[in-house]
T-cell receptor
Framework: KAGVTQTPRYLIKTRGQQVTLSCSPI?????VSWYQQTPGQGLQFLFE???????NKGNFPGRFSGRQFSNSRSEMNVSTLELGDSALYLC?????????????FGPGTRLLVL | EDQVTQSPEALRLQEGESSSLNCSYT??????LFWYRQDPGKGPEFLFT???AGEEKEKERLKATLTKKESFLHITAPKPEDSATYLC???????????FGKGTSLLVTP
C-alpha cells in the first residue's frame, strides 16, 4: 500500500508571498492532519480534516488555512509568508481520525522563506 | 494541558550497547502514547502505539513499555542503522492533536 505523499518536497519563497502544499493520504484514509516542525518548537499541530470539513485546529494564525477534497486529498495554504514560517510541513493520515488511532506521516515539504 | 518530556536529548551508544529512552507525560485521559522514529529530512515513521499502563510492544531490537506517568523505549544491542531521532507523542481526552516531545537524538557508532 502506498504511503502518504506530499508535494512539492522543497520550496523556496520570499517574505510576503503565499504557498500551497499538497498531501495525498494513504488509500482509504479519510482523516488528514497537518503539522509544522521546527528545531525550536518541535512538531506542532496545525489542523485536521475529515470528509472535507475542518474538525480541529491548532494555535496558528489565520494565515494558515487548508482544505480537503472529496477524494481525501488535502492542501494547506500559507499567505503573507514570514521568515518564521520556514519549517518542515508534515501531513499525516489515519482511517477515521478517531481518538487513539495511529497517524501515518508523509515525507514532508521543506519550506524556506527568504 | 498535555505535556511530554523526553530524555535524554541526545544519546551516543556503541554498537551492541543496550539502553533506554524515556518519555514522561501528563495528560488528561490517555487515549494513546505513540513512538515514532525520524531520520534527517524525512517524516516520522510509526513504531508503536500503547494504550494502557502495563502494556508492552516489541519490534526487532526495540521494546516499548508504558506506566501511568512514563514510557520507555528499550533498545537492545543497537546497530548503526538505529541512529535516528525518536519521538514520543500522546493523545488525551482534551483534544484531537498529537502532542509531541522534542525527541531523543540517538547515535550508534560501530
Amino acid at each position: 500500500k502506498a504511503g502518504v505523499t506530499q508535494t512539492p518536497r522543497y520550496l523556496i519563497k520570499t517574505r510576503g508571498q503565499q504557498v500551497t502544499l499538497s498531501c495525498s493520504p494513504i488509500s482509504g484514509h479519510r482523516s488528514v492532519s497537518w503539522y509544522q516542525q521546527t528545531p525550536g518548537q518541535g512538531l506542532q499541530f496545525l489542523f485536521e480534516y475529515f470528509s472535507e470539513t475542518q474538525r480541529n485546529k491548532g494555535n496558528f494564525p489565520g494565515r494558515f488555512s487548508g482544505r480537503q477534497f472529496s477524494n481525501s486529498r488535502s492542501e494547506m495554504n500559507v499567505s503573507t509568508l514570514e521568515l518564521g514560517d520556514s519549517a518542515l510541513y508534515l501531513c499525516a493520515s489515519s482511517l477515521l481520525g478517531t481518538v487513539g488511532e495511529t497517524q501515518y506521516f508523509g515525507p514532508g515539504t521543506r519550506l524556506l522563506v527568504l | 494541558e498535555d505535556q511530554v518530556t523526553q530524555s535524554p536529548e541526545a544519546l551516543r551508544l556503541q554498537e551492541g550497547e543496550s539502553s533506554s529512552l524515556n518519555c514522561s507525560y501528563t495528560v488528561s485521559g490517555l487515549r494513546g502514547l505513540f513512538w515514532y522514529r525520524q531520520d534527517p529530512g524525512k517524516g516520522p515513521e510509526f513504531l508503536f502505539t500503547l494504550y494502557s499502563a502495563g502494556e508492552e510492544k516489541e519490534k526487532e531490537r526495540l521494546k516499548a513499555t508504558l506506566t501511568k506517568k512514563e514510557s520507555f523505549l528499550h533498545i537492545t544491542a543497537p546497530k548503526p542503522e538505529d541512529s535516528a531521532t525518536y519521538l514520543c507523542a500522546v493523545r488525551g481526552d482534551s483534544g484531537y492533536a498529537l502532542n509531541f516531545g522534542k525527541g531523543t537524538s540517538l547515535l550508534v557508532t560501530p
